[in-house]
């Protein structure tokens, strides 16, 4: 059997053919992974789509909305505060008219036809007694106008079985007069501010006096002690 030996030459040949093809094929498949890679799958197309979509959507429906719908909606649903009750927020009472009177006039014109006592008796015609008197009389027709002795403040008007219709003033500086036997609807009410000579009301009947003369009771304290009118307004010592 002979044996054939191939020459060095014709084999190094073909290694190099061999190599050749070898980095050829993989040059190919290296390509083509790469484009298959760079290239975006369908379903990465469709989600794109999607999120282009929800955002175009997002953006209309902000669109559509006007500052005006905001502030409109803020403004409902805002909650009202309430202010904490401090002195400031607090209502202050107002407080009562304080007048003094400077001088005093007798409220009708006439005679004085009982005077003032808290510790002698008086007869009393109606009564028919003898018991005090913690003011003045002073004669005048029924109907007449009676008007305030001073500067003052009505602090009340009363009704009363024994004095009738009573009108009282404060004159300030602890003086406190009562106009007493008035007609019903006197012209002054709690709280009215009146000056000397302010008429007050008109002359009516004191029921417990009812048998005397027609005259208006007229009382005052000091105070809230009882003291004679005519001292009060400086026309007896």
């Keep these: 059997m002979k044996y054939y030996n191939t020459p060095k030459k014709n084999r190094s040949l073909s290694v190099y053919i061999i190599l050749s093809l070898c980095l050829v094929a993989i040059g190919i498949g290296a390509k083509t992974l790469m ?23 997002v953006n209309n429906i902000i669109s559509d909305i006007t500052y005006s719908d905001i502030s409109s909606t803020e403004s409902k649903t805002e909650k009202p505060t309430s202010k904490p009750d401090t002195p400031a927020n607090k209502p202050v009472a107002s407080e009562p008219k304080q007048i003094a009177a400077s001088y005093f ?3 009708v014109t006439g005679n004085i036809i009982k005077g003032f006592s808290e510790n002698e008796l008086q007869y009393s015609a109606t009564f028919n007694d003898m018991r005090l008197h913690l003011g003045i ?5 029924a109907s007449t106008a009676i008007k305030s002795a001073g ?8 009704t009363s079985d024994t004095l009738g219709v009573t009108v009282v003033i404060d004159h300030g500086n602890g003086i406190i007069a009562s106009y007493s036997g008035l007609e019903k609807n006197p012209t002054v009410k709690a709280g009215d501010e009146v000056h000397s000579g302010t008429t007050i009301g008109s002359l009516g009947t004191v029921p417990c006096e009812s048998l005397d003369r027609s005259h208006l009771h007229l009382e005052f304290t000091k ?15």
Aim: charged residues 25%; glycine residues 8%.
């Design 35 to 57: 484009t298959a890679m760079s290239e975006p799958s369908a379903d990465t197309q469709s989600g794109q789509n999607d999120t282009t979509s929800i955002t175009g959507d």
């Design 105 to 107: 006039v007798l409220p």
């Design 137 to 141: 009389d002073i004669a005048a027709d």
């Design 151 to 158: 500067d003052g403040v009505v602090k009340e008007v009363k």
């Design 223 to 237: 105070d809230s002690k009882p003291v004679s009118p005519l001292q009060i307004m400086g026309m007896e010592e």
